[in-house]
């Protein structure tokens, strides 16, 4: 069974960094992509970043591009969410999902649970 | 990027009604179309990929269809379990873009 479990969210000052984690297990973790997926509270789904199973190559969304960094450790089977100058805007719950493709930019197939993220002074 | 508009924005209907929501995509995307559904509370649960593919485990009253720029998520004889929020997600090019969402409430 597929499970996805995301650990870091919490409450930081504007300006200031949270690294996310997110364990799997189930599946062979280096043989796909896993994505980062935010919804900020009552609002909708926002595509944040992908990384491709053997983390050669990332993507990110413009509103992040600079200050976040995605990475995975395949050792472990563990993505990572690394989040920089955090903003206000950044206030949402994080989802970590699994993508069927090695290489990213598909469809997600399995969702962890989420952990909130709450940028505020 | 690639926008995504769902229309109606939300709705009601009643246990065993058939309601199809529709999704547009700014520009053509070929079949490159999930959709979503989403509880309160819960995350997002992947319906149907490729515009029209069942995942499995998902129930057959789930239906997708089109190509291009306009798509339908539909759904025959409503269910309880069904009342919650839709979305689609296109993945034909990078960044992949969500619909704001269809929320499906109780008449």
């Known amino acids: 069974e597929v499970q996805l479990l995301e650990s870091g969210g919490g409450l930081v000052q504007p300006g200031g960094s949270l690294r996310l984690s997110c364990a799997a297990s189930?599946?062979?973790?280096?043989?796909?992509?896993m994505s980062w997926v935010r919804q900020a509270p009552g609002k909708g789904l926002e595509w944040v970043s992908t990384?491709?199973?053997?983390?050669?190559?990332?993507y990110y969304a413009d509103s992040v591009k600079g200050r976040f960094t995605i990475s995975r450790d395949n050792s472990k089977n563990t993505l990572y969410l690394q989040m920089n100058n955090l903003r206000a805007e950044d206030t949402a719950l994080y989802y970590c999902?699994?993508?069927?493709?090695?290489?990213?930019?598909?469809?997600?197939?399995?969702w962890g649970q989420g952990t909130l993220v709450t940028v505020s002074s | 990027a690639i926008r995504m508009t769902q229309s109606p924005s939300s709705f009601s209907a009643s246990t065993g009604d058939r309601v199809t929501i529709t999704c547009r995509a700014s520009?053509?995307?070929?079949?490159?179309l999930a959709w979503y559904q989403q509880k309160p509370g819960i995350a997002p649960n992947l319906l149907i990929y490729a515009a029209s593919t069942l995942q499995s485990g998902v129930p057959s009253r789930f239906s997708g269809s089109g190509s291009g720029t306009d798509f339908n998520l539909t759904i025959n004889c409503l269910q309880s379990e069904d009342f919650a929020t839709y979305y689609c997600?296109?993945?034909?090019?990078?960044?992949?873009?969500f619909g704001q969402g269809t929320k499906v409430e109780i008449k």
């Open positions: 990384i491709s199973g053997s983390g050669g190559s990332t």
């Open positions: 520009q053509g995307i070929s079949s490159y």
């Open positions: 997600q296109q993945y034909y090019s990078n960044p992949p873009t």
């Open positions: 189930g599946f062979t973790f280096s043989s796909y992509a």
């Open positions: 999902a699994k993508d069927p493709t090695h290489g990213g930019n598909s469809k997600l197939d399995y």
